[in-house]
């Protein structure tokens, strides 16, 4: 929030400033309540860098995903002795509170198309649990294992907040306790004019904003006090996953051993990836851009790296980016004061309100321009970032889109294959297809076993049917 006085002659001052006057071209016919309204929303905004974010990110067009200096990441993909010793440091590191879980969850979730937040969807194959309960049970199943404090932070946004407290609210905090839980809104970013530049209205006395990201996380983190509180409590690794992405191990005593290993690491951000599936799979893949690592979005690679195959056959650039990641508080905070994520533009059919004609525009084709940031960006800024391999079956099955690819058939497909891989490493027989999917739906709760490891032989079933629903 600015401290500048909040009037009209002030204000169009620093409006005309930078170039973007015409916002109160309609202040003669506003009444003094509306008036005040829009006056108090133009002052939220940093005004004062708007002209160069324009320049660089409104007006400009350039991709430059091709120009750049590129080689494949180091990843770490460790074998079972590797990956012990791992958990043996990350263990520790949890039993001593040092992990926060973090869940951004202000998506608007337009593909899934579900009238709530993303964080209610009923995700579980066979309760139906949503996806807000998985993590907590998750988080609840951690803390009991490791005998510990997690705490929870949620990234929500301003349209989805209340209905997100709400439904915390309703479910009783899913029994975690109450203080351990903080849900804040992220922030949000004035829609822009693709030709001109200009803000965009929504309406005669406000301006049209859209959330600024999942990298919106790191300022939010800071402005709700969050990173804060994490010091205070000794919190010093940020625990970041989507949403979306019900296997996601919330807490991962492996991948925190890699962040926290410091001939590895320096325990700024490390990153998850998995092999992609195809050179056409749209994910972002880590890269190497001279000495930094970076997430190179998939329509920013150009198609020769995006298909360039090693002696061996296999894909140049497959390590694909699932959106898990650690992230040191420190780091969090020092991204937060240099303010360096860069913006990155969206060109979208923004409904708007045209000051000269006093009517409302619902355009049929791209007419502005959405900024976000991008939490993987703040990998370029870390010294030392890790990648650790991980399988793609055990950690990620995102839902995305309302059927198809990343679709809650697809998880729920998912979800059933790994509980049933869990249910046959203890011999249990299982049913699956031609093409190697289970046949039954299977739900294993975190709270029964976070792992197949977790799981008591003792308890069973020899075989699982194909029509079978089972729910441990
Ligand atoms: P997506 O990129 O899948 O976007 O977000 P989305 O808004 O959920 O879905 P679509 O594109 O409208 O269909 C990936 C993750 O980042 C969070 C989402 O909630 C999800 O967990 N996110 C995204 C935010 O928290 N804020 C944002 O501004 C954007």
Not at 294 to 318: A, C, F, H, N, T
């Amino acid at each position: 929030m600015s401290d500048m006085p909040c009037d009209f002659d002030s204000t169009m001052k620093r409006l005309e400033a930078c170039g973007q006057a015409q916002v109160l071209s309609g202040w003669s016919s506003l009444d003094s309540s509306r008036r005040a309204s829009l006056l108090n929303q133009i002052n939220t905004l940093p005004l004062e860098s708007i002209p160069e974010l324009v320049a660089q990110c409104v007006l400009s067009h350039d991709h430059g995903g091709g120009s750049k200096d590129l080689s494949p990441p180091e990843v770490t993909a460790p074998g079972p002795d590797e990956a012990a010793e791992l958990a043996k440091r990350g263990e520790e590191i949890i039993r001593d509170g040092r992990v926060a879980a973090f869940t951004v969850a202000g998506g608007q979730g337009t593909r899934l198309g579900w009238g709530g937040p993303k964080g209610t969807y009923p995700a579980t194959p066979v309760s139906g649990k949503p996806l807000f309960r998985v993590f907590a049970e998750q988080i609840q199943a951690a803390s009991d294992h490791w005998n510990t404090r997690i705490c929870w932070y949620i990234m929500t946004s301003e349209a989805n907040d209340s209905a997100t407290r709400d439904f915390f609210a309703d479910n009783n905090w899913f029994g975690l306790p109450r203080t351990q839980v903080m849900l804040f809104p992220q922030g949000m970013m004035p829609c822009f004019d693709a030709e001109s530049g200009h803000l965009l209205m929504e309406a005669p006395d406000r301006l049209a904003m859209s959330p600024d990201g999942h990298g919106g996380s790191i300022a939010a983190l800071h402005r709700s006090g969050a990173l804060e509180q994490m010091s205070v409590l000794g919190i010093d690794t940020i625990s970041y996953f989507q949403v979306d992405n019900p296997i996601a191990p919330v807490i991962d005593p492996v991948f925190i051993g890699l962040h926290a290993d410091p001939a590895r690491s320096s325990g700024e951000m490390s990153s998850k990836m998995v092999p992609k599936i195809s050179s056409g799979e749209k994910v972002g893949v880590f890269c190497k851009v001279g000495d930094c690592t970076e997430v190179i979005e998939y329509s920013d690679m150009p198609e020769d790296l995006q298909e360039k195959r090693d002696q061996q056959g296999r894909l140049v650039y497959d390590a694909g980016n699932i959106a898990l990641h650690l992230l040191g508080v420190e780091f969090a905070q020092r991204l937060c004061n240099s303010n360096e994520l860069p913006w990155h533009r969206a060109v979208k059919n923004i409904p708007w309100f045209d000051q000269a004609s006093g009517t409302h525009m619902t355009p049929k084709s791209p007419n502005g321009v959405k900024l976000e940031r991008f939490i993987f960006d703040a990998l370029s800024l870390a010294t030392r970032p890790a990648v650790l391999e991980v399988e793609r079956s055990r950690e990620f099955a995102p839902i995305k889109n309302a059927v198809g690819n990343d679709s809650p058939e697809s998880c729920r497909q998912a979800q059933s294959n790994l509980y049933g891989q869990w249910l046959e490493s203890h011999g249990v027989n299982i049913a699956r297809n031609d093409s190697g999917d289970v046949l039954a739906d299977i739900e294993i709760s975190p709270l029964t076993a976070m792992d197949a490891s977790q799981l008591d032989s003792t308890d069973l079933p020899k075989a699982i049917g194909p029509a079978d629903r089972i729910l441990f």
